[in-house]
């Protein structure tokens, strides 16, 4: 135990200087790190702060973006709808318009009558 005190009293006086110039060494690093971190957070502050705006902007655009998506989905329903209704009444009508240009009735009951006259005279 007395041997190791002589030891530790012997290399104390070199280790202390060393590790005093490693905590020197430490120091002046973290001294320039801190100013090289305070320079880029100064000269890109603007940057940063743009991008955050743009960054703003674009998810409101895609907010707008999916709302009109939406939006577009809806109106081609109804309008497929509407075309549907369309058609129906179309067909509707054309259907009304080839019942009241259809004589042929007209015509057997013209012949009926004349049918009927020619056997009464």
Known sequence: AKHSLEVIKKVLPESKTNLERIQRDISGTLERLESREEYVNSHFDLQVREYRGFREQLSQ?????????????????????????????????????????????????????????????
């Open 61 to 121: 655009m895609q907010n707008q973006y999916h709302k009109s998506t939406e939006n577009v989905a809806e109106l081609a329903n109804e309008l497929s709808r509407i075309s549907e209704e369309l058609e129906q009444v179309k067909q509707t009508k054309e259907e009304r318009e080839n019942n009241i240009s259809d004589t042929s009735p007209l015509i057997k009951i013209k012949n009926a009558i004349q049918t009927v006259q020619s056997e009464l005279t």
